[in-house]
C-alpha cells in the first residue's frame, strides 16, 4: 500500500498540565485594584472602544485581513497580500461608510504595514500641510479617493540625515514653465521609500530647487511616476523594489532615479515658498521653519505609536509570565488547591524588575503622546495668526521625544521578548517579526542620534537667553522654567531623607529638571568658553537631549494626572492611585538607571540613591497584584496581538501546538529532497552495515 504522504501532522488531544492558564490569568484579574474597563475608557475614549469593536468584527470575518497564515509567508505572499488588503480595506470603506477614524483604527488592528502605508503616513499628510487649494483639487483630493497612491521620496542612497546634501535637482525651466528633475550621480538615487518599489503611481519628491542659477536646497515636488494606464514607469524613470530587509518585508520599499524628467510648474508645493512662474524669481517662506510643522506631526504620531509598540510587548510577556511556571519557591511555595505548584514566572521579582517598569514606560507614552498632539494643534491654530513662539520648543522636544521613545520601545520589545525565556524566539510569541517590522523606527524620519543635536541645539540656545536674561517665561514652555530655577540655585539638594521621599512627585520633578539643566549648563561651558569642537561633544549632547526629554516624559505623566478633571471623580479614585503608583515607578526607575547624572550633578547623595533602589523595590512589590490588569487595561485584542503568549485567556500550550501544526513542513510526513538528499545516504550506510554484519557473520 502506497504510503499517502500529503497527512498533516496532528498533536494528541491532551491537556496542558494544570492549573490553566486560563485559571491562572482569572485569578490574576481577580486581584485588580482599579475598575479596568474604566482605565481603557480614560485613554482611548468609550466611543473609540466602541469604533474598534466595530470594525475588528468586520476585519474578523474578511478573509484579506486574515492573520493566520503570517508566520510562514515569503516575501513575494506578503506584498501581494497586503495589496490585496489594501484594496479590500478601500472596498470595505465604502461598504460600511467607514469615517477616517476607522480606518486608522483597521490599519493598526492589521498591524502590518503595507505598500499603502507611506500613503496614508506621510503622503496626504504632507499633501494637506504643504499644499495651495489648486493643489489640493489636483493632488489630495484623488489621493484620498486612492485614484493617486503615493509616497514620500527623500532619502538617498548616498544621503539620509543630511537632507541639506541631497543630490537629486529640480531645474526650473522659465522657457517652458516647468521643472526637471535629475539625478546626476548613482548615489543621488531615492532609496528606502516606503510603497515606490511596486504600488505607487506619485511621489512627494525632495529635490534641490534650481532657478536663476541658485541651489536654494532641498524643496518638495508631487511627480506622476508610473503610468495612470498600465502602472508602467514614466519615460525617464527608473524605479523598482530594494529588495529583502530585516524586518519589514510586506512593504515594497524602493529606488527612484530620474534622467530630465520634465514637471509642470504646479508640482513645486507651494503653501509656503512659491517658484514664480515664467520669471522663475524665488520668494522665501514667512519663517523658514514652518514646514516643521509636518514632521512635528509625524513624530507625535510616532510617539504615539510607542505606546501601543510597548502596550503590545508587556501585554504579552506579562500574561504570559503569569501562565508559565517554573521551579518551586522554597520559601514561599505557591500552592493550587492545597496543593503546592510551581511558581508563576512573574512571581519572581527579577521578572517583575524587566517587565513591570516597561508597562509603566506605555502609560508614559500615552500621557506624552497626548500632550504632544494637545500642542502640535495648539501650535497649528497660532501659526494660522502669525504667531511661531511655540514652533521651536515643539519641535526640538518632538525631534528629542521622537528618539528617546523609539529607543526605548525597541529595548522594552526585545526585554519583554527575553522574558519570555525560550518561547519568546518562536515568531508564534508575536514578539519576533514584530521587534523586526518596528526595528526602522530608530531610524527613518530621523536617525535616534542625530536627532538629539537638534534638540541640543535648542536647549543650548535657550541656556544661553535664560542667561542674557532674554528668554520670555510661558505657560508652555517648561524648558525656560527648569533652566531658571536651577541658575537660582546651582547647588540645591535633593531634600529626600527616607525611601517614601521619592514618591513626592515635585521633588521627582525638581530632581529630573536639576539633572537636565546641570548637563545643559556643563556642555554649554565646554562649547562656549573652552572652545569644544561640537563633534567632540557629540556624546555629552546626546545625555542632555535624553535627560531633557526623560524630564519631558515624566512632566507630561504627573501634571496629567494632577489636571484631567475625569480623575478627580470620587469613582476614578482607586485608578488614579494605580496611576500615581504607575508614574511613581516609571520615574524612580528611570532615575535609578541614570543614576550617574543625578549623582554627577550634587543633587542625589549616594545615600539617597540606596533609598531610591529601596523604594523601586517596594513599588514593584505594590503594583505585582495588578500587572496583568495593567497590560488588559491596553485593551489590545488577540487579533492585533497575533501571539500565543499573550493570548486573554491564557490558552498558551494550546496555542503554540495549533501553530506548529499550520506550519507548512508539517503538511507532509516526509520532507521535500527526501528522496535526493537524504534517502541516498541512509541507503548507502545501511548498504554497508548489511555487508559487513554479513561479513562478521561468517
Not at 433 to 439: E, I, M, P, R, T
Amino acid at each position: 500500500m502506497a504510503l499517502d504522504n500529503n497527512t498533516p501532522t496532528k498533536f494528541p488531544k491532551l491537556a496542558p498540565k494544570g492549573p490553566s492558564g486560563e485559571l491562572l490569568l482569572a485569578n490574576e484579574r481577580a486581584k485588580a485594584s482599579f475598575d479596568v474597563d474604566k482605565l481603557s475608557k480614560f485613554m482611548y475614549t468609550e466611543s473609540w472602544l466602541i469604533k474598534m469593536n466595530k470594525v475588528l468584527e468586520v476585519l474578523e470575518n474578511e478573509p484579506a485581513f486574515d492573520k493566520t497564515n503570517r508566520y510562514y509567508m515569503s516575501r513575494k505572499e506578503k506584498i501581494s497580500t497586503s495589496l490585496w488588503k489594501d484594496r479590500r480595506l478601500f472596498e470595505i470603506v465604502r461598504e460600511h461608510n467607514w469615517d477616517e477614524t476607522d480606518t486608522q483604527i483597521a490599519n493598526f488592528l492589521f498591524d502590518q504595514s503595507s505598500p499603502f502605508t507611506l500613503h496614508y503616513n506621510m503622503f496626504i499628510p504632507t499633501l494637506r500641510n504643504q499644499t495651495t487649494d489648486e493643489q489640493k483639487k489636483l493632488f489630495l483630493e484623488p489621493a484620498l479617493q486612492h485614484r493617486i497612491i503615493g509616497c514620500y521620496a527623500q532619502t538617498e542612497l548616498g544621503h539620509g540625515s543630511n537632507v541639506q546634501g541631497l543630490e537629486t535637482t529640480a531645474t526650473y525651466i522659465p522657457e517652458t514653465n516647468e521643472f526637471e528633475l535629475h539625478s546626476p550621480t548613482l548615489t543621488s538615487s531615492k532609496w528606502w521609500i516606503g510603497g515606490l518599489g511596486k504600488a505607487a503611481n506619485h511621489a512627494i519628491v525632495m529635490a534641490r530647487l534650481i532657478t536663476d542659477g541658485k541651489d536654494l536646497g532641498p524643496h518638495p515636488f508631487c511627480v506622476q511616476i508610473r503610468s495612470f494606464e498600465d502602472h508602467r514607469p514614466m519615460k525617464g524613470i527608473t524605479v523598482g523594489d530594494i529588495g529583502p530587509k530585516f524586518g519589514f518585508n510586506s512593504v515594497d520599499n524602493g529606488f527612484i532615479m530620474f534622467d530630465h524628467y520634465r514637471i509642470p510648474h504646479v508640482a513645486f508645493l507651494s503653501k509656503y515658498s512659491q517658484v514664480k512662474a515664467g520669471t522663475g524669481e524665488y520668494v522665501k517662506p514667512p519663517n523658514d521653519k514652518l514646514s516643521y510643522g509636518t514632521m512635528v506631526f509625524i513624530r507625535a504620531n510616532i510617539v504615539l505609536g510607542v505606546r501601543y509598540a510597548i502596550a503590545k510587548a508587556t501585554t504579552i510577556a506579562v500574561r504570559y509570565s503569569a501562565v508559565r511556571q517554573q521551579f518551586v519557591d522554597a520559601a514561599n511555595p505557591k500552592k493550587w488547591d492545597n496543593k503546592i505548584i510551581e511558581t508563576p514566572v512573574l512571581d519572581y521579582t527579577m521578572q517583575q524588575y524587566r517587565l513591570i517598569p516597561a508597562v509603566a514606560t506605555a502609560y508614559a507614552c500615552f500621557f506624552t503622546g497626548r500632550e504632544m498632539m494637545r500642542l502640535y494643534n495648539l501650535n497649528q491654530e497660532a501659526m494660522k495668526t502669525g504667531n511661531y513662539s511655540l514652533l521651536a520648543d515643539l519641535h526640538a522636544s518632538s525631534s528629542g521625544l521622537k528618539s528617546l521613545t523609539t529607543t526605548m520601545a525597541i529595548e522594552a520589545i526585545e526585554d519583554c521578548r527575553r522574558a519570555c525565556g525560550g518561547h519568546g524566539y518562536s515568531n508564534f510569541s508575536g514578539l519576533g517579526q514584530f521587534y523586526q517590522d518596528y526595528l526602522p523606527n530608530v531610524t527613518w524620519e530621523g536617525d535616534n542620534y542625530i536627532l538629539t543635536q537638534q534638540t541640543a541645539r535648542y536647549l543650548f540656545k535657550t541656556f544661553r537667553n535664560v542667561v542674557a536674561g532674554k528668554a520670555e517665561p510661558s505657560e508652555h514652555n517648561h524648558t525656560i522654567t527648569y533652566l531658571t530655577q536651577f541658575l537660582q540655585n546651582t547647588n540645591a539638594k535633593c531634600p529626600a531623607t527616607s525611601p517614601s521621599d521619592f514618591l513626592n512627585h515635585e521633588l521627582i520633578l525638581s530632581a529630573f529638571g536639576f539633572r537636565a539643566a546641570h548637563g545643559i549648563a556643563k556642555a554649554a561651558e565646554q562649547i562656549d568658553r573652552q572652545n569644544r569642537s561640537w563633534n567632540s561633544m557629540l556624546i555629552e549632547i546626546n545625555r542632555i537631549s535624553k535627560a531633557h526629554c526623560q524630564f519631558v516624559l515624566i512632566r507630561n505623566f504627573i501634571v496629567g494626572l494632577q489636571s484631567d478633571p475625569s480623575l478627580s471623580l470620587p469613582e476614578n479614585r482607586s485608578m488614579l492611585k494605580t496611576l500615581r503608583t504607575v508614574a511613581s515607578l516609571f520615574a524612580l526607575h528611570t532615575m535609578e538607571k541614570e543614576i550617574a547624572e543625578f549623582l554627577a550633578s550634587g543633587y542625589v547623595s549616594s545615600e539617597q540613591y540606596y533609598m531610591l533602589k529601596e523604594q523601586v523595590v517596594t513599588l514593584l512589590a505594590e503594583l505585582r497584584p495588578d500587572a496583568v490588569s495593567l497590560v488588559d487595561a491596553f485593551a489590545l485584542p488577540d487579533y492585533y496581538l497575533h501571539s500565543a503568549l499573550g493570548r486573554y485567556d491564557g490558552k498558551v500550550y494550546e496555542s503554540m501546538c495549533e501553530m506548529a501544526e499550520r506550519e507548512p513542513l508539517n503538511q507532509t510526513l516526509v520532507v521535500d529532497g527526501y528522496d535526493e538528499c537524504i534517502k541516498p545516504l541512509v541507503k548507502a550506510n545501511i548498504k554497508e552495515i548489511t555487508e559487513s554484519s554479513h561479513a562478521a557473520k561468517l
